[in-house]
Every structure is written in C-alpha cells, then in structure tokens.
C-alpha cells in the first residue's frame, strides 16, 4: 500500500510539472506567431493545462482495460468541466477578492467580455446534450452527438482565431530557453527558436503521459483497496490533482491583473473538456451517467449559466459571480457526505 501511494503521488509529480513546462511552451508558441490573449488563453493555454484530465481517462480506457480503469476514465471526464465551473471559478474570485483587500487591484475582473461569453455559451451549446440526449436515446445516439462534439470545437476554434482581441500579455521567459542561455552565455537572441520551442513542447507531453500511467494505475489500486467507488473516486481526486496546474496559472494571472487569460484559461478548458474527452467516452465507454456523476454534470451546467447570465444581465463579471462557484462545490461535497 505504501509504494501505491508513493506511485500516485510520483505520478502527480510528473503530471504537474509537465504541465507547468507545456503550458510554459505553449505560451511562447503562441508569442512566437503574435496570436491574440484570447487565442493563447482560451485555447493553447486551456488545452495544454487540459491535456492531464485529458490524458488520464485516455489512458484509462485505452491501456487499462477493467471495469473500474473505464469507471474512472468517465469520472475524470465528468469531474474537470465540474472543478473547472465550480472551484477554479471560486479561487479566481477568491484571488480577486484578497488581492482587493491587499490593495494590489480593484475588486473586479477585467475581462474581454465577448471572449468569455463565447466560452460559455460554446459550453452550454455542447456539454449539457452529451449527457442528456444518451439517456433518452441510447447508444443510437452515441456517434452523432460524438461528431457534434467535435464539429462544434473547429468552430470555437474558427471563431476564436478570427475575434477581436488584445495582444498577448507579458509572460515567463520559456525554460528551456533560459536554461540554454546560462549554459551558453554566448546565445544573444532575446526570443527562442521554433524547434526549441517544440522540443520543450514535445518533452513535457512524454513525461505528462508517463505520469499518466503511473497515476491511472495506482489510482485504480488505491481505490479498490478501500473498497471506494472508482468512479466517485476519480470524480474528486483525478480532477483536483490535474486541474493544480491550471488554478495555479489563474490564481497567478488573476494576482497580476491577467483577467482575460486568468478567466480564458479556465473557460476555454471547459469547452475542450466537454468535446474530445467527451466523445471518447461516448464511443469507447458505457456512458451511462447517473447518480453522483450525473448530480456533478448538472452543477456544471447550472455554475457555468450562472456566470452566463451575469454576463448578459451587466455586460461584466462580477467576482461575486465566479466566488459562487465555490457554492455549487460545497452542495456537491455536502451530498456525497450525507449520501
């Protein structure tokens, strides 16, 4: 049991560090062909800090072929879209909200409005009939609603590359580049190269997807050995541990004043998050979503409308708006408990 844990908390590692580097990477992929802040937040951001929840129900139903590895593939899926819209929502406002207090900022979020509602809307449009429509339908259902899925994200995609948008903000010099000027003092060039820029890239994805398979299989073990639920299991804990890299990343933009990309990064997982992994399940598992797994799809949906509709009510966000979050969360915690 202990070298299981020990397994877990290895794979954590791995899986949190490789997304520091490749949303690292992305960034400068993305300051490299100067895309908007809405591009890189809402799509090279998200994915890449996306690419664990992703890559966990991946492995999970692909390379672990028992009942439990599938049930916890189909509760990382269903449990990113729900931390995402319930407590990265809530540490956003949180950050906002002790950043006031210490004066480093105002107590509100200045986002590109348009940018956000885009996310959300894209999300509401996509995520809510993947759960539903397979529990009226059935399997005949399964494939058009997969295809849908990922029809709808090149159109996200599309729109977002060609909105108006501000420039991409000021960000970290990329790692791997800083550590080649130190070894080579002699490298003059302030930006790195495009291969540079791949080869960190392409590194952090390989140690993301072994952490992946250290993670999915020791989770798997844990969770028969205390006789839990894997599905409720990996709902709260898979989730929780992947998303650190992303609030990390928002908490971090959000302290700065990087609303748009603090807020885009979160919004934009979302919609990623409710397509490919989404369409995976639909094909390659029972999807068969009840009970508590369907109990946290439905306090996504509700969290992320709740944040729709002030956006339309005030053509803002209030922090007030995204700290509620943290409500929907606690109602699903306190379920669980008393259940």
Known sequence: MPSQILFLLSGLAMILLAAEFFTNGIEEFGRHFSFSQAVVGSIFAAVGTALPETILPVVAIFMYGGISAKDIGVGAILGAPFMLSTLAFFLVGLTATIAALNKKRKFELKVEVHSIKRDLSFFLLMYPPAIILPLFFGKASLIPISLSLIAGYVVYTYMTFKSLSAGIEHSEEMYLWRLLKKLKPAISSVSPPLPVIFIQIIIALAVMIGGAHTFVKSLEHISLKFGMDPLLFALLLAPVATELPEKFNS????????????????????????????????????????????????????????????????????????????????????VLIIR
């Open 251 to 334: 908490v971090t933009w959000t302290w700065k004043g990087r609303d748009t990309l603090a807020m885009g990064n979160i919004t934009g997982a979302m919609v990623f998050q409710s397509t490919f992994p989404v369409s995976v399940g639909l094909l390659f598992t029972e999807w068969k979503i009840t009970g508590m797994a369907l109990f946290s799809a439905v306090l996504a949906i509700v969290s992320a409308l709740s944040v729709l509709c002030v956006i339309l009510v005030i053509k803002r966000i209030s922090p007030f708006a995204v700290l509620f979050g943290g409500v929907f969360y606690l109602v699903y915690a306190l």
